[in-house]
């Protein structure tokens, strides 16, 4: 038996067995490249799913949380202006203000610390002066609750004002509003 293999047909068969090699070379090492690509992938999108669902939830959690707080304002300021509704209507002498002042402290936490870094030298009638003021009643309410006459609140306005450094075109209530 004599069998012979010219050396074209060789070439050929050399040929094409080592490019056979080379592409099973190349798929052993490019399937799992693309394999871990595509699971990487899979990994990142069920992460940023994660993560979208968290955001949704915190921000259901964050407006949750200030819709309770605005009905808890929202109650506290009816307390409020039913509560001043009340002492302006009673024939006593001498106002409780006490609880009225501690539920305006709940409805604006900071006012009374803005205003003592605004004004430094400000004392404690003029806090409540101002507490009311931002509740915008007028001069014969406030006398009516702190039991002074109305010239008395318009000069503890003045003073006020010298206090904040205000001009006689700013208004004293949008100043106080302004205050957070």
Same mark, same amino acid.
Not at 155 to 170: E, G, I, Q, V
């Given at each position: 038996?004599?069998?012979?293999?010219?050396?074209?047909?060789? !070439?050929?068969?050399?040929?094409?067995?080592?490019?056979?090699?080379?592409?099973?070379?190349?798929?052993? @090492?490019?399937?799992?490249?693309?394999?871990?690509?595509?699971?990487?992938?899979?990994?990142?999108?069920?992460?940023?799913?994660?993560?979208?669902?968290?955001?949704?939830?915190?921000?259901?959690?964050?407006?949750?949380?200030?819709?309770?707080?605005?009905?808890?304002?929202?109650?506290?300021?009816?307390?409020?202006?039913?509560? /001043?509704?009340?002492?302006?209507?009673?024939?006593?002498?001498?106002?409780? /203000?006490?609880? !009225?002042?501690?539920?305006?402290?709940?409805?604006?936490?900071? !006012?009374?610390?803005?205003?003592?870094?605004?004004?430094?030298?400000?004392?404690?009638?003029?806090?409540?002066?101002?507490? /009311?003021?931002?509740?915008?009643?007028?001069?014969?309410? @406030?006398?009516?609750?702190?039991?002074?006459?109305?010239?008395?609140?318009?000069?503890?306005?003045?003073?006020?004002?010298?206090?904040?450094?205000?001009?006689?075109?700013?208004?004293?209530?949008?100043?106080?509003?302004? @205050?957070?």
């Amino acid at each position: 038996m004599n069998f012979r293999v010219d050396t074209d047909t060789w !070439f050929v068969i050399c040929t094409f067995f080592i490019s056979a090699l080379a592409l099973c070379i190349a798929l052993y @090492i490019s399937i799992p490249f693309y394999i871990r690509i595509r699971q990487a992938n899979r990994i990142k999108t069920r992460h940023h799913r994660k993560n979208l669902k968290y955001n949704q939830l915190e921000r259901r959690k964050n407006e949750l949380k200030l819709s309770i707080q605005e009905k808890k304002i929202q109650k506290l300021k009816t307390d409020i202006s039913d509560y /001043l509704h009340q002492i302006t209507q009673s024939d006593s002498n001498t106002a409780d /203000l006490v609880p !009225f002042y501690s539920n305006f402290e709940k409805i604006h936490p900071n !006012f009374s610390h803005a205003l003592k870094n605004i004004c430094p030298n400000i004392s404690a009638n003029e806090l409540k002066l101002c507490a /009311l003021l931002r509740l915008n009643l007028s001069s014969k309410e @406030i006398a009516q609750l702190l039991n002074i006459t109305q010239d008395s609140v318009n000069k503890a306005r003045y003073r006020l004002r010298k206090k904040l450094d205000l001009t006689p075109k700013d208004d004293i209530f949008t100043t106080l509003l302004n @205050i957070k």
